[in-house]
């Protein structure tokens, strides 16, 4: 991330819908080569080889980690990230939303992320989700753990969406079906009423393509509790 670049600048990635939150001057590169490290994630999972392949694996990306950690400092996240809910415009309805290039579950430019298209939708969020070999648990079917990131982190965007600042409080998820690996599920999330700082979500999730009175794969609820721009302004 290059603070030089200004809010909510999108310059950096060719793509006019991206509503880029904080701007990655290398998110193509980032992105290109956390792919590919999915995609080995992914392969290595999924297939056998022999012991000097491994071998070879595990003397690149140690040796890779270490030029990674030598190269440069940590770079921290933004203490601001809450505050610019009050001061950035909303993203415009059917854009690309995106807080940081390498955010844990759905960033491009993180290679332990799933693949991941966070849109607004309206009021609310849709996110295309394509869960790799890595996360799968039961034969076909990706692990709950990681569909329930995925739930959490989709809600969080429906903030960014809505212009609040709030965490999780609660999260209740029934699985009413496995969610399959290799195959595109759509998650659908919207705030259901809001009563003071607390603010009473939704999701669904569906195969990609299913008919709209189609049963769903999982449902949650959930709450958030919102922090407001008064309250961010004294604790500064």
């Excluded at 999972?45 to 980690?65: F, K, P």
């Excluded at 999730?205 to 794969?217: F, S």
């Amino acid at each position: 991330m290059d603070a030089s670049l200004p809010h909510g600048d999108t310059s950096v990635d060719a793509r006019s819908d991206l509503h880029l939150i904080y701007p990655d001057a290398q998110l193509a590169e980032r992105s290109a080569a956390a792919g590919a490290l999915r995609r080995l994630a992914h392969a290595f999972v999924r297939h056998r080889t022999d012991a000097d392949t491994l071998a070879e694996i595990a003397a690149w990306a140690d040796a890779t980690a270490e030029r990674l950690e030598a190269g440069s400092a940590a770079v921290p996240r933004p203490a601001d990230y809450f505050a610019r809910r009050y001061i950035d415009p909303r993203p415009p309805d059917g854009a690309e939303v995106m807080a940081f290039s390498d955010r844990a579950f759905s960033g491009p430019a993180n290679p332990t992320a799933m693949e991941v298209d966070m849109r607004r939708h309206g009021d609310g969020v849709r996110a295309a989700v394509t869960f790799g070999a890595a996360f799968e648990s039961a034969p076909g079917r990706v692990h709950g753990g990681a569909v329930c990131a995925v739930v959490d982190d989709v809600l969080g965007y429906l903030m960014v969406c809505l212009g609040i600042a709030a965490y999780t409080a609660r999260l209740e998820i029934d699985y009413r079906g496995g969610v399959p690996i290799d195959e595109p599920v759509t998650y659908d999330a919207r705030e259901t009423r809001r009563d003071g700082r607390k603010s009473h979500v939704e999701l669904a999730v569906h195969t990609a393509g299913a008919p709209p009175d189609a049963p769903p794969l999982i449902e949650a609820a959930g709450l958030f509790v919102i922090v407001t721009a008064e309250q961010l302004a004294t604790d500064a």
